[in-house]
């Protein structure tokens, strides 16, 4: 019997050791693997406290833990659940910290006046001199991106600042840094982190956090240092990894963005909110395989229809189109409207457009530029909608489509076309046959292009010539586009081998204008003979040369360029040789 009641004994003690040990390092833990984003492990240690000691401050901790899920998971209602328990331990003072958290919810549902009022009366009642309500009032200020006043959020926390008398809490700074990522103050938040830095505490947070400031401000290697820092720190720190994956991505270093998209899964939980946040990492990253496995494997299980946009993306990019279109368009009539984004109308449109069915080619393209369309509209610029449209209509050989396109795009363009828009555009009336539009915009194009490239006056020259169809160019109208092809390429361009037809062709043109309209003989061979000398097999420059030292002058009219230059073929239309 002593033997037994001994056991007992000493069992009941190991259980207490284990349960106060537990309860001093818990706390702790539980916020570690929060600011960790292991989701699963704080909600168990939270849930763990307020179950086991059901005090207002496990219970406050417990609805913080709800505030700040991550990618839209915030889970008001548990979190109110909590708030309200924690508020109600003590009936007739309730606890003030979790009135802030209540007050919190109704600022995270939209109501923000409801929130502020509640606010000012928890400052009232504690006297504006409880720095822990003055912090948490004004991190609520920051905790979203959505509903936010940073402004709020500094006034508070730097009040709670002044009333410390030892600065020692590094959460301060961080809340206050994160106010100012809201503002785009990068400046404020990087001194804010330093400061939060120099107390030595959670250093891989802060370092990530200094590392955003930097990707915010588009300064990427700095940034990249940060993060690298942050591993140091912690090497289990997975939002490190998250944002090195971003940043790798944005480089286009797409290797190194699927190793820290994967080491980001690893180092948090294999939870299907992780795993979807890791399918949009390699997905982003072009690791089309590595997420559409992981999306498999959570896909029948998992109700959000997000996953039917991740699908449908992934397999438009890996080209398997017409499922591509099946499962965007589930998402879009699964998903409520506020969550569909301009892409997926433009990635829609991208899917019918690389279907491969010939017998409905035209109406996949027809739907393909409608959803393209539709992106455009919606001001989604992560794809070249428009090359993409015009491409289709390119194919098709749809050129007075593909004016309209170019014409638009131009017009509605915040800066304007530049020298490849408008040859592009000049091209398409060509092509059309819109000889007097194409002669117009090539002047807009050569103006651009500073005499860079001098492939335009070749075809401005050509539109002059194809706009008179069978009417005889007396005059030679075209002459001063070749003299300035002549006049302004340089020594190099003019040895360049790929040149020398467009050469031969503007020698020839003057040499005929030479003869028929200067009748000038001399000039005429010489410009014939330069005509041969940069293309020998120029037939119709021979031609010319044998009628002047035959003593006979070609017949009028025939002002046709040396070379046979169609606008629906060759160089005429489309190809832009470099000189």
Not at 80 to 100: I, M, S
Not at 238 to 246: F, H, R, V
Not at 494 to 502: F, G, I, L, T
Request: proline fraction near 3%; glycine fraction near 6%; hydrophobic fraction near 35%.
């Amino acid at each position: 019997m002593n033997k037994i009641l001994k056991s007992l004994a000493v069992a009941a003690t190991a259980v207490l050791t284990l349960s106060f040990h537990t309860m001093a390092q818990t706390v702790q833990d539980g916020l570690k693997n929060l600011d960790a984003e292991r989701y699963n492990a704080a909600e168990t240690i939270f849930k763990q406290l307020a179950s086991s000691a059901p005090t207002a401050e496990n219970y406050y901790n417990l609805g913080y833990y709800y505030l700040n899920l991550q990618d839209g998971q915030v889970d008001l209602a548990k979190a109110t659940e909590a708030f309200t328990k924690g508020a109600a331990t003590n009936e007739k003072k309730p606890d003030p910290l979790n009135r802030v958290g209540l007050a919190t919810v109704k600022l995270l549902s939209g109501d923000r006046a409801g929130a502020k009022a509640d606010f000012d009366l928890i400052k009232k009642d504690t006297k504006n001199k409880n720095a822990d309500v003055l912090f948490r009032i004004g991190e609520a200020y920051a905790l979203s991106e959505k509903v936010n006043d940073p402004a709020e959020a500094v006034t508070n926390i730097q009040a709670a600042l002044d009333l410390q008398k030892v600065k020692n809490n590094p959460d301060y700074y961080i809340a206050i840094a994160k106010a100012y990522l809201i503002k785009n103050d990068g400046g404020a938040a990087m001194t804010a982190l330093e400061n939060a830095a120099n107390m030595g505490q959670k250093l891989a947070k802060i370092k990530t956090l200094m590392g955003r400031v930097w990707y915010q401000g588009k300064q990427y290697q700095k940034a990249e240092g940060f993060f690298n820092e942050a591993i140091v720190a912690d090497p289990e720190y997975a939002p490190a990894y998250y944002y090195l994956s971003l940043l790798y991505t944005t480089y286009g270093k797409f290797n190194k963005a699927k190793e820290n998209a994967l080491l980001a899964l690893k180092k948090s939980e294999a939870t299907p909110a992780e795993k979807l946040r890791y399918i949009k990492l390699a997905f982003a990253s072009k690791d089309y395989d590595g997420a559409l496995s992981v999306l498999n494997e959570i896909f029948d299980a998992e109700k959000d229809p997000i996953k039917y946009r991740l699908k449908g993306y992934i397999q438009t990019e890996k080209g398997d189109c017409a499922e591509g279109v099946k499962n965007i368009t589930e998402f879009l009539n699964k998903a409520e409207k506020e969550r569909h984004l301009a892409s997926d109308w433009g990635m829609l449109g991208r899917a019918y457009g690389c279907i491969k069915d010939d017998a409905n080619k035209k109406l996949n393209d027809s739907l393909s530029i409608i959803n393209m369309d539709i992106a455009i509209e919606k001001g989604d610029s992560t794809f070249d909608y428009n090359g993409a449209i015009i491409n289709t209509y390119k194919v098709a050989k749809n050129w007075p489509k593909v004016a309209e396109r170019y014409e638009k795009y131009i017009s509605t363009s915040k800066k304007g076309g530049n020298a490849t828009d408008y040859y592009n555009l000049a091209d398409a009336y060509m092509r059309s046959r819109n000889f007097v539009k194409a002669d117009t915009v090539y002047s807009k194009a050569i103006e651009l292009y500073k005499d860079t490239w001098m492939f335009p006056y070749i075809q401005k020259a050509r539109a002059k010539q194809y706009a008179l169809g069978n009417t005889v160019d007396s005059t030679f109208s075209a002459a001063p586009m070749y003299e300035q092809y002549i006049n302004k390429s340089t020594d190099a361009m003019k040895a360049d081998v790929k040149n020398a037809k467009y050469f031969s062709e503007a020698y020839g043109y003057l040499g005929y204008k030479a003869l028929l309209v200067e009748k000038n003989p001399a000039k005429a061979t010489e410009y014939m003979n330069f005509a041969l000398k940069y293309d020998p097999t120029n037939t119709k420059a021979q031609q010319v040369l044998q009628s002047i030292n035959g003593g006979t002058t070609p017949a009028a009219g025939t002002t046709t360029p040396p070379n046979n230059n169609s606008p629906n073929g060759g160089t005429g239309g489309g190809v832009q040789p470099k000189n």
